[in-house]
């Protein structure tokens, strides 16, 4: 997508938020790339007294979310960040193993929750997985608070 497109997508729910402002000017003041799983533009738009009122709008692929205010903006990233980043560390930390992981420990829930008995097969993997999981959360705590490997 080139930046004209994007900058025009950007632009438009702002417009449409303030449509029946007499506003003079609209632009896109800032761009983080990296913020969270997106991009947040701060978008200006000036009044007919040229005061500036500063809108934001966060972009994750093709969705757009408009917030008026930081505060919107904290409570609408945080609500989807927080489950997001806990799935994306469980995948990070155990690589193709974590979707594995979540399928079986699912499979035991369900099958917990209907009554029925559980094999000793899928206890064996459901106590290595937890291993592993809480085995590298371990590693990878100590490496962050020591700074060193060893």
Not at 104 to 128: D, F, K, Q, V
Request: charged share 20%; glycine share 8%.
């Amino acid at each position: 997508m080139e930046n004209k497109d994007i900058e025009t997508r950007v632009l438009k729910p702002v417009r449409d938020l303030w449509a029946s402002a007499n506003f003079t000017k609209v632009e896109i003041t800032n761009q983080y790339d990296d913020f969270v799983r997106g991009t947040l533009y701060f978008v200006s738009i000036y009044d007919a007294n040229k005061v500036e009122h500063v809108n934001y709008v966060y972009a994750v692929g093709n969705r757009l979310q408009l917030f008026e205010d930081v505060k919107q903006l904290a409570i609408g990233v945080g609500k989807v960040s927080s489950w997001v980043d806990a799935l994306k560390d469980i995948l990070q930390s155990a690589g193709m193993s974590g979707p594995i992981a979540l399928i079986i420990t699912a499979t035991i829930c369900y099958m917990s929750i209907r009554g029925r008995n559980l094999p000793n097969e899928l206890w064996g993997a459901l106590t290595l997985i937890l291993g592993f999981y809480f085995g590298n959360a371990v590693r990878n705590h100590r490496f962050s608070s020591f700074g060193s490997k060893d």
